[in-house]
C-alpha cells in the first residue's frame, strides 16, 4: 500500500482538482484498499460493505486526508521561505487586474484555501502558524477523518484475516 499510495500522490503538493478528479482518486483509492483486504466487489454487494468499514480494517485515511497533508506541508514549507525565494513570491503575489473570460477552473488558491477548511485551520493566520515548524507538522499530520462509531462487519475481518 505505501508504495501504490506514494505512487498515487506523487507530486499531488501543487494539484488543483476538481470534484471529478476527487472521485477518479477515490475510486481507485477504494479499489486498492479493497484488493489489499481482498473484498471483492460481490462482498461489498452481498454483505454491505462500505468503503469507511473497509478503510477502517488496514488503519488508513481517505485519499483527500493524505494529499490535503500533503499539500499543507509544502504550503508551510513556502510560508517559511524567504520573501526574495519564487515559491514564496507566487504564494504571497496579488494581481490587481480582473481574472479574464475562460479563466482555470480551480486555482492553487482555491486548493489550498480548500485544504485549510479541509484541516480546520483559519485562512487569516495560517502563514503566521506555519512558522512555528513544529507545530505546523503536529497540525498537518494530525488530519483525522470525522470521528464515527462504525461497526466492522464479521465477514470484513475475517476476510482481511485470511
Known amino acids: ?6 505512487i498515487l500522490i506523487h507530486g499531488s503538493e501543487s494539484w488543483c482538482l476538481t470534484e471529478e ?17 481482498r ?31 500533503r499539500q499543507l506541508q509544502w504550503a508551510g514549507h513556502v510560508a517559511r521561505m524567504p520573501l526574495s525565494r519564487l515559491p514564496r513570491m ?18 492553487y488558491g482555491e486548493s489550498l484555501a480548500a485544504a485549510l477548511e479541509y484541516t480546520g485551520i483559519e485562512q487569516e493566520g495560517w502563514m503566521e502558524l506555519a512558522q512555528d515548524r513544529a507545530r505546523w507538522k503536529q497540525l498537518v499530520n494530525g488530519i483525522r477523518e ?8 464479521a465477514v470484513l475481518v475475517r ?3 485470511a
Open 39 to 69: 473484498i471483492a466487489i460481490w462482498h461489498v454487494q452481498e454483505h454491505r460493505i462500505r468503503t469507511v468499514e473497509v478503510l477502517k480494517v488496514p488503519k488508513l485515511r481517505s485519499i483527500e486526508a493524505y494529499v490535503r497533508c
Open 90 to 107: 507566487f504564494l504571497t503575489a496579488w494581481c490587481g487586474h480582473p481574472r479574464p473570460q475562460r479563466r482555470p477552473d480551480y486555482t
Open 1 to 6: 500500500m505505501a508504495i501504490v499510495l506514494a
Open 21 to 37: 478528479l476527487w472521485d477518479r482518486l477515490r475510486r481507485f483509492h477504494h479499489q486498492c484498499v479493497r484488493a489489499i483486504c
Open 146 to 153: 470525522p470521528e464515527g462509531e462504525v461497526e466492522v462487519n
Open 159 to 161: 476476510r482481511a484475516g
